[in-house]
């Protein structure tokens, strides 16, 4: 017979009926938060031996020009649309947009947005790292986000999705609250890491306007319907259970002027439902460890 592989051990086994209901503010049965991803690509990064930046040789001028457009034009038609209808942004964050775009980051501060690390850039990927390196991306996230923001980061999406072995474990080392990185379930959950606590908030690459557009080859219309209908599902379960939605952004994409409409329809229906809390991520981590 053969054998299965060994559990990684990231997070108990949990099923999802039968578990202690979570309880958000006000009755509310949905958290929701949004998380725009603000971002700078590099036009020439260092190649990396596992994976290609980009799908072409670099320098990437359409690439990196495609992705700028956040940075100068659809960061603030996507801000202003989630600001008019009561939706704080969760920001997955380049960190070196900082130093590249600080009127972006600013704008974010400005609105009441919170910030967490999403590497320094997306086209730096974690695979084989040292500890040493991995310990001073996590550094200088800390410090560059303080610098820029006021506020010391609590949550991590790892660049490009790229971890070690050791990052969990690592975050929490760190006194982070929370990871982006586990899509295996719609409720906060703990993770199983070497000290401290950590927290696994619902992120989603189902939802993620990135998997939408370039994977799923959705219209501007079928997604925002695609939201409306994850958020129904989850507002009524939530009902029973208190769940989570997360809708991961990238402004260069949902913030084209032919994709806005429709996603700020969505994002209306919401936030007159009813049964949605509008929150930021780290809100949600706190009310959620508050009834652990």
């Known amino acids: 017979m053969q054998q299965n592989s060994a559990d990684p051990g990231l997070y108990d086994y949990v099923p999802y009926r039968g578990r202690k209901k979570i309880v958000w503010p006000e009755g509310k049965t949905c958290a929701v938060w949004v998380a725009p991803n603000l971002e700078y690509y590099e036009i020439d990064p260092p190649i990396h031996p596992k994976r290609n930046p980009w799908p072409h040789p670099a320098p990437s001028v359409v690439g990196y020009s495609h992705r700028d457009h956040s940075n100068r034009v659809s960061h603030w038609r996507m ?18 947009l900082c130093q590249h775009h600080p009127e972006v980051v600013a704008d974010g501060v400005a609105r009441g947005w919170e910030f967490f690390s999403h590497g320094i850039y997306n086209t730096r990927y974690s695979y084989d790292m ?11 996230s800390i410090k560059t986000v303080q ?38 379930d719609d409720q906060v959950q703990e993770v199983k890491v070497a000290s401290n606590g950590l927290a696994s908030i ?13 994977v799923y080859n959705m219209s501007g219309r ?15 379960e939530g009902e029973q259970s208190g769940t989570v939605m997360c809708i ?3 402004a260069y994409l949902i ?20 049964r949605a809390w509008l929150a930021r991520s780290g809100d949600i981590v706190d009310a959620w460890r508050a009834q652990q």
């Not at 939802?207 to 370039?214: A, I, L, R």
């Open 79 to 96: 801000a202003d649309v989630m600001s008019r209808h009561g939706f704080p942004g969760s920001v997955s964050l380049s960190v070196a």
């Open 147 to 184: 610098d820029a923001t006021g506020q010391r980061i609590r949550g991590w999406l790892a660049p490009a999705l790229t971890h070690t072995t050791r990052t969990l474990d690592l975050l929490a080392e760190y006194e982070f609250d929370y990871t982006c990185d586990l899509y295996h």
């Open 130 to 140: 040292t500890e040493a390196q991995e310990r001073s991306i996590i550094e200088d």
């Open 255 to 274: 913030g084209q002027p032919h994709r806005i409409g429709p996603f700020e329809e969505a994002l209306e229906h919401i936030a007159k439902d009813g």
């Open 202 to 214: 619902p992120y989603s690459l189902e939802v993620n306007d990135h998997y939408g557009f370039f």
């Open 248 to 250: 991961p952004l990238h």
């Open 222 to 236: 079928e997604y925002a319907d695609t939201l409306v209908r994850q958020y129904e599902r989850l507002a009524k």
